[in-house]
């Protein structure tokens, strides 16, 4: 075997990782894409079926975190950390997997109609995954860390809204006549909701530490 040939077998896959971790937040952004006009749409047929369509993409998302595994475990040379792989990988689709979780409550427990809560927070979370998207494309060179900064920054503040936006829904809640058992679902509906802009601050405390690492 020429020389060449054998230091390409140990050679980072940069564009392997970093092409995975792409797909998975441009899948991520198609979610909340795709949710966002769900719960802003105003026949419920319609609405349901954009919904119930997050599956596939749910299952998308989990194929490509599993080929990231795949090469993590092929690889002996990784471009960082490999528990920052993983770590990110996960953080990535815990993302999706929240997201489908909302999804399935409102189709599910036939939530019919629109609110404004689930439209913000819907907001809310495209946002916060545009940011993902932003930095994580960023990874690849880290030539602009500024940028990748302040698209983390961007995720927190976004999480912030998201638990001020919780506390909004469950006043809003408890201080209503509602049917108790719509009450309930709504409840675990506004909670799950939050959970998804939890996951978006995990992935991007995530992104914080590899840059600290690696600048």
């Not at 990784?78 to 920052?84: I, Y």
């Not at 996960?90 to 489908?100: G, K, N, P």
């Not at 909004?168 to 959970?195: C, R, T, V, Y």
């Amino acid at each position: 075997m020429a020389f060449g040939s054998f230091v390409k077998l140990f050679m980072p896959k940069d564009r392997v990782f970093y092409g995975l971790f792409e797909e998975v937040t441009a899948s991520l952004v198609q979610m909340s894409e795709v949710f966002k006009k769900a719960v802003s749409e105003e026949d419920y047929a319609r609405r349901d079926s954009l919904l119930k369509s997050l599956e596939e993409l749910e299952h998308k998302n989990d194929e490509i975190t599993h080929r990231i595994f795949i090469e993590l475990g092929r690889n002996f040379i990784t471009p960082f950390d490999r528990e920052d792989i993983h770590f990110l990988a996960t953080s990535l689709d815990d993302v999706a997997d929240y997201i489908w979780g909302a999804a399935k409550r409102i189709v599910n427990y036939s939530i019919h109609e629109k609110d404004a809560i689930t439209v913000g927070f819907a907001d809310i979370i495209h946002r916060s995954v545009n940011e993902l998207n932003k930095a994580v494309k960023e990874l690849r060179n880290m030539r602009d860390l500024r940028s990748i900064t302040e698209a983390c920054v961007k995720i927190n503040s976004l999480e912030n809204e998201g638990d001020e936006l919780l506390d909004k829904a469950m006043i809003g809640l408890f201080s209503s006549n509602i049917n108790p058992i719509e009450l309930i679902k709504k409840k675990d509906l506004f909670q799950m909701l939050e959970i998804v802009t939890d996951k978006c601050e995990d992935a991007a405390n995530v992104i914080e530490s590899i840059i600290i690492k690696y600048s």
